[in-house]
């Protein structure tokens, strides 16, 4: 098995941040990930998954050791539930399911990443997110060199996380999702309504990683932000967005500490003026 190297990652994130991997592997089966993974053993490389790098902020001297990224793309019908692989786009996946007259992922129309990205981070919008539609979760536990299957129980999910950020030695492969049968036109009419609103609330014309803080309890990040009067604020080539608080763009070449310290800024002023602590929603390596 041979790896890549000095592949740069930021062709690989949403941000369009970061260095060199220091090898790198793209794994378009459940095969080809239990190989690199073992091969990444034998060669004592720690290894970094990756999806479609959205929700993630990498430093700008890359990463060492061993990326693996998930292309696994296979996809399922059984009546109304889908098997599909961890590195589908979600993206095309709400479309192929609308087609298939199967509703339940139009909330997520817009949200640049994985279906294993999405499933890591219990991706979420318009007060719906992963939680409601998986039903189980097949996974490669790396210490014990065997695939599992997870139902949604032993997934822990919470607000934006899952029990996968804490168990690094879980990768996930695939997922069953349990979705409705609906007519096509009224599926396309809502992903249609959340298109144009996403269009007019969020910054889409520049790479971002996404919204950068969780919403604290009963409040909203950006709002937070905005009332701190930090809307447009830059930093080298980073800017926080004109068009929502809570997204920081690549306005211009930006760097992985222009990121981090805008991130740095907007805790700080946050938690002076309203004694509110914000958590990183973004994954920072």
């Known amino acids: 098995m041979k790896f890549k190297k000095n592949v740069l990652l930021k062709n690989y994130t949403t941000f369009k941040i970061g260095g060199p991997a220091e090898y790198f592997f793209v794994a378009k089966t459940e095969k080809d990930l239990i190989n690199a993974v073992s091969e990444a053993k034998r060669q004592k490389l720690s290894f970094f998954v990756l999806g479609k790098g959205s929700n993630i902020l990498i430093p700008d001297k890359g990463l060492k050791g061993l990326v693996i990224k998930i292309d696994i793309q296979s996809f399922k019908r059984k009546d109304n539930e889908i098997i599909v692989g961890a590195g589908f786009n979600l993206a095309e996946l709400v479309n192929k399911t609308a087609d298939l007259e199967l509703s339940g992922l139009e909330w997520s129309v817009g949200i640049p990443g994985t279906i294993g990205g999405a499933i890591y981070g219990n991706a979420g919008s318009f007060e719906m997110s992963m939680k409601n539609i998986i039903k189980e979760v097949n996974i490669f536990d790396v210490k014990k060199g065997q695939i599992i299957n997870l139902k949604n129980k032993d997934c822990k999910f919470s607000y ?26 009224k599926i396309k009419n809502k992903i249609k309504d959340y298109i144009i609103y996403k269009k007019t609330v969020q910054p889409l014309n520049y790479p971002s990683a996404g919204s ?21 604020k830059l930093i080298g080539g980073a800017k926080i967005s004109d068009k929502h608080a809570n997204f920081i763009v690549n306005f211009k070449n930006a760097k992985e500490k222009d990121v981090k310290k805008l991130i740095s800024l907007v805790k700080k002023t946050v938690k002076s003026k309203f004694k509110i602590n914000l ?3 973004i994954i920072i390596l």
């Open 212 to 232: 950068i803080f969780k919403n604290p309890k009963g409040f909203i990040a950006g709002k937070l932000i905005e009332e701190c009067g930090l809307k447009g």
């Open 160 to 185: 934006r996380n899952s029990m996968f950020k804490k168990k690094n030695n879980f990768i996930i492969i695939s997922t069953v999702l349990k979705l409705k049968k609906k007519l096509k036109n």
């Open 279 to 281: 958590e990183e929603e």
